[in-house]
DNA sequence: AAAGCGGGGGG
DNA sequence: CCCCCAGCTTT
């Protein structure tokens, strides 16, 4: 017997039980605790979320407290993690906790996964490791063990690749731990099965039993969907000051970056001139222009190719927010995109 | 089924 | 540079 069986079961969990990463939603896993740090872990690396869901739970320590709290005090404890749509779904989520379940998340696989934010994966690891229910929890990290346990070429980036694997696991959840088996899962794809043709075959607890090493194709697997090309757009920012403050302007509601503050900027790369033509015609007083370095952010589908200009006004701009870099620095939620930019108030 | 949605660490 | 990460929602 070989691939996705009950056969992995228990030399998974004996594995994980001899030793594992120290995680602080482990250590602790009151359900908010762990829903919590699997909408911040969706699509983010482990590292990356310690310390903010250190801040999180030191500034929303329970459902009552997120349902309650200021969009501007969730969004900045969020600012830089990225995926912003999780934290607004995360707070819809607590208002609804609030209003249907008495504050308290349910313990129901179905009534999970029907909450904002929450999809598959998330269900299945709430309600596997808060609440011990036997439901799979398949990511990123269980597809690459399953296309190399199974040997199997379809690209894990298919659908129907996921739902056979939830399926499969499905079928050899155990009663008494599925959350420590889903676990055991994840730890083995973060630290042992590794991505890009990178598995340490040597040291799995399952080498036995799969079909990938035994062929020798763990290397070669999984197969994923090719990726789309990313477009450019070349933008000019500007670096407002108008006496001691900067000026901001809040981006739309939906799309990238909703909601969240952003410097002013104007589609283009701008020549002084004409954005000295383009600033006058919006009504704005300049007083100086200078030109910052230029800075690059890629998101995952387009590149912001970003001219820097350090503009001085005699008087605000009434389109913009002015505030001080204290107040921007900790209440004002701004993208990562912008960091090199904002470096420039710090002298 | 495909596209939109962030940011960063590591090869 | 490219890869991929404890994915979800919308179209």
């Not at 995680?23 to 009151?30: F, G, H, K, M, V």
């Not at 055991?184 to 099965?193: D, I, N």
């Not at 079909?211 to 197969?223: M, W």
Request: charged share 20%; proline share 7%.
């Amino acid at each position: 017997m070989s691939g996705v069986s009950k056969a992995i079961v228990q030399p998974l969990l004996s594995w994980y039980d001899a030793g594992h990463r120290d995680l602080p939603w482990r250590s602790e896993p009151a359900p908010y605790r762990v829903w919590v740090s699997e909408i911040m872990l969706q699509q983010t690396r482990v590292e990356a979320v310690r310390g903010y869901f250190s801040r999180w739970m030191n500034a929303l320590p329970d459902i009552p407290a997120l349902a309650a709290a200021d969009e501007a005090v969730y969004t900045k404890l969020w600012e830089g993690l990225g995926y912003y749509s999780r934290v607004r779904n995360l707070h819809r989520a607590a208002v609804l906790l609030c209003e249907e379940y008495g504050g308290e998340l349910p313990a129901d696989y179905d009534r999970l996964l029907a909450l904002p934010g929450v999809g598959e994966y998330t269900a299945g690891a709430v309600a596997s490791i808060a609440f011990g229910l036997p439901v799979p929890a398949v990511d990123g990290n269980v597809l690459r063990v399953a296309a190399r346990l199974d040997n199997d070429f379809t690209p894990i980036t298919d659908a129907k690749f996921k739902k056979q694997t939830r399926e499969r696991f499905a079928a050899l959840m155990p009663s008494d731990r599925p959350g420590d088996l889903n676990q055991s899962l994840m730890e083995l794809g973060a630290t042992v099965c590794l991505p890009n043709g990178a598995p340490r075959c040597g040291d799995c607890p399952i080498q036995h039993l799969c079909e990938g090493f035994h062929r020798g194709n763990a290397a070669v697997l999984p197969l994923r969907a090719a990726k789309k090309a990313r477009r450019v757009e070349n933008r000019t920012v500007l670096v407002v000051r108008c006496g001691q403050l900067v000026g901001l302007r809040q981006r739309p509601k939906k799309g990238l970056l909703a909601g969240l503050w952003e410097l002013p900027s104007l589609d283009g790369h701008l020549s002084p001139d004409e954005l000295r033509a383009a600033l006058t015609e919006m009504g704005w007083s300049v007083r100086k222009l200078l030109s910052l370095r230029p800075a690059k952010h890629i998101f995952t589908h387009v590149e912001w190719h970003m001219n820097g200009v350090y503009v001085e006004l005699d008087a605000p701009a009434p389109a913009l927010t002015f505030v001080t870099p204290a107040e921007l620095r900790d209440a004002y939620a701004l993208p990562s995109a912008f960091r090199s930019f904002v470096s420039v108030l710090e002298d």
